[in-house]
C-alpha cells in the first residue's frame, strides 16, 4: 500500500519495474498531498477521501492499467510532456544547470517557421499517406506564425518523432510540443498510447504501442516532473501490467 501523491506511487512502480516484481500483487494507494501532487490519483479513480481510499484498498477490486516505460528504466502514470522551451519546474523554482541547460539547448534550437506542405506528398505520413491513424490538423495560408504565437515567446525544437515506426517529425520542420498520454477511463487498458505533435501551422495525432524521440538534447516531464536533458529516449506501452485496488463500483463496467 502507498500512503502518499502521485510521485510516491510512480517511484513505488519504477522500483517493483526494476525489481521485476510489477504486477505480482495489486497496489493499493491513499492519497495525500496538494490537489495539484494527485492529478494522477483522480484520474486513475481512485477516491480523494483518505477514508473511502482506505476503504478500497481492504475491499476493492484490483483493475488492471496500462504504464509507461521508458528505455531508461522510468515509468510514467500518465502522459509524458515535450516542450521546445525546456521542462518547467514546479513552484517556479529555479531549475539549476538542469534547466539552463535545455533552454540553452532549446534557444539554439529554435529557428524560423518554414513553410508548411500539406496533402498528399506531404511527407512520408502525410494526411493520405500510409499512417492511416495519423491525422493532419489544419495549417496556415501564409506558413508564418502569428503575432500571437511571437508575443507568447514559444519555442520551436528539431526532434525527429516516430510511432510504432512511422514519422511524425522529422528535425528539418521544428516542433513545438510533444503530448504523449495513457487514454483513462473506459479507453484505459488498450495498450495504446494518445499522440499529439504540434508544431508551427500543423497538428498531428496518432495512437500507437511505442513512440521514440530524438534530438540535440532536450528535457521532458514525466507526470509532471522534469527529467533530462537527453539526447534520445523511447517510451513503449505495457498493457495491462499492473492493478490498482479501487472501489468496487467503478471496476463494475
Known amino acids: 500500500m502507498v500512503i502518499g501523491s502521485d510521485l510516491a506511487l510512480q517511484r513505488v512502480l519504477q522500483a517493483l519495474y526494476r525489481q521485476r516484481e510489477l504486477g505480482a500483487d495489486p497496489v493499493g494507494l491513499v492519497p495525500v498531498g496538494r490537489p495539484e501532487e494527485l492529478a494522477a490519483a483522480r484520474a486513475l479513480g481512485v477516491p480523494g477521501a483518505p477514508v473511502a481510499a482506505a476503504r ?99 519555442h520551436s525544437a528539431r526532434l525527429r518523432v516516430e510511432a510504432d515506426g512511422r514519422l511524425l ?25 494518445e499522440i499529439v505533435v504540434r508544431a508551427p501551422g500543423a497538428l498531428l495525432r496518432a495512437r500507437a504501442a511505442s513512440i521514440s524521440v530524438a534530438g540535440r538534447g532536450f528535457g521532458y516531464e514525466a507526470d509532471g516532473r522534469p527529467v533530462g536533458p537527453v539526447r534520445a529516449r523511447t517510451w513503449t506501452v505495457h498493457a495491462g501490467c499492473w492493478g490498482l485496488l479501487l472501489p468496487v463500483t467503478q471496476d463494475a463496467d
Not at 476493492?60 to 492499467?65: D, S, V, W
Not at 513553410?115 to 489544419?138: E, F, I, Q
Not at 517529425?169 to 498510447?193: C, F, I, K, N, Y
Open 56 to 154: 478500497a484498498v481492504l475491499t476493492g477490486t484490483a483493475r488492471k492499467l496500462d504504464l509507461l516505460v521508458d528505455d531508461g528504466g522510468g515509468v510514467a502514470l500518465g502522459g509524458v510532456r515535450i516542450s521546445g522551451g525546456g521542462t518547467r519546474r514546479p513552484g517556479g523554482r529555479p531549475g539549476g544547470w538542469r534547466s539552463l541547460w535545455a533552454k540553452l539547448a532549446a534557444a539554439e534550437q529554435a529557428t524560423v517557421l518554414v513553410p508548411d506542405r500539406t496533402g498528399p506528398g506531404a511527407g512520408p505520413d502525410g494526411a493520405d499517406g500510409p499512417g492511416g491513424s495519423v491525422r493532419t490538423g489544419r495549417t496556415g495560408t501564409t506558413g508564418r506564425p502569428e503575432r500571437g504565437e511571437s508575443a507568447r515567446g514559444e
Open 169 to 193: 517529425a522529422d528535425v528539418h520542420r521544428p516542433v513545438r510540443v510533444v503530448q504523449v498520454t495513457l487514454p483513462s477511463g473506459a479507453a484505459a487498458g488498450e495498450g495504446v498510447m
